[in-house]
């Protein structure tokens, strides 16, 4: 399953709304996962479940999405929020990722 | 508070071989499936490899199957990943990360990671 990230780079302001696309070449159902990486950093698991928040994440962050179509959504961009963030299906027997979008301040 | 440590990444030649470790803490690690990724500019983000709770079962993503080898010592609580016959592109940084929920291959918690060039 390919997975398309968009926009590749979305540059805003802090207190703007952020909204992440991620697209896969075929049905996953529910099993989409959204990380959050920060230079020099592991990833940091932030939904999975496609709307379901990790444990510490704050309620800014939601997923939403099924099937092919997901959107992760920071609803109040906070300074420590710029970052990469990748999308990741488990619904395929060969787990991928996608490319990233970075969110960078404006 | 599970935490995860990998070392033993480096610098090897083409054809060479390394050993991982990713050492756990947390009362957890004999109950979870660990797994290896890797990032590299030109790949991104790659599952690897993963390892069932008791060792029994394990998966390989296609691209190392036969080079690869996972193990794990739970009285250690360790896990290995053995790599032979490296490449070029298999330059990355290596992860282990601990499966979120059985048999749902998402990551909950990650190590910092360990750096392993292969080159000449």
């Known amino acids: 399953v390919l997975l398309t990230q968009s926009p590749g780079t979305l540059s805003l302001s802090p207190g703007e709304r952020a909204t992440l696309s991620c697209r896969a070449s075929q049905s996953v159902g529910s099993s989409l996962a959204w990380y959050q990486q920060k230079s020099g950093q592991a990833p940091r698991l932030l939904i999975y479940?496609?709307?379901s928040r990790a444990s510490g994440v704050p309620d800014r962050f939601s997923g939403s999405g099924f099937g092919t179509d997901f959107t992760l959504t920071i609803s109040r961009l906070e300074p420590e929020d710029f970052a990469m963030y990748y999308c990741?299906?488990?619904?395929?027997?060969?787990?991928?990722f996608g490319q990233g979008t970075k969110v960078e301040i404006k | 508070q599970v935490e995860l440590v990998e070392s033993g990444g480096g610098v090897v030649q083409p054809g060479g071989s390394l050993r991982l470790s990713c050492e756990t803490s947390g009362s957890i690690f004999s109950t979870s499936s660990i797994h290896w990724l890797r990032q590299s500019p030109g790949e991104g983000l790659q599952w690897v490899a993963v390892i069932s709770s008791d060792g029994g079962t394990k998966f390989y993503v296609d691209s190392v199957q036969g080079r690869f080898t996972v193990s794990r010592d739970n009285s250690q609580n360790t896990v290995y990943l053995q790599m032979n016959s490296l490449r070029p592109e298999d330059t990355a940084i290596f992860y282990c990360?601990?499966?979120?929920?059985?048999?749902?291959?998402?990551?909950?918690?990650w190590g910092r990671g360990t750096l392993v060039i292969v080159s000449s």
């Open positions: 990741q299906q488990y619904g395929d027997s060969l787990r991928t």
């Open positions: 990360a601990k499966e979120g929920s059985f048999g749902h291959w998402y990551f909950d918690v």
């Open positions: 479940g496609a709307s």
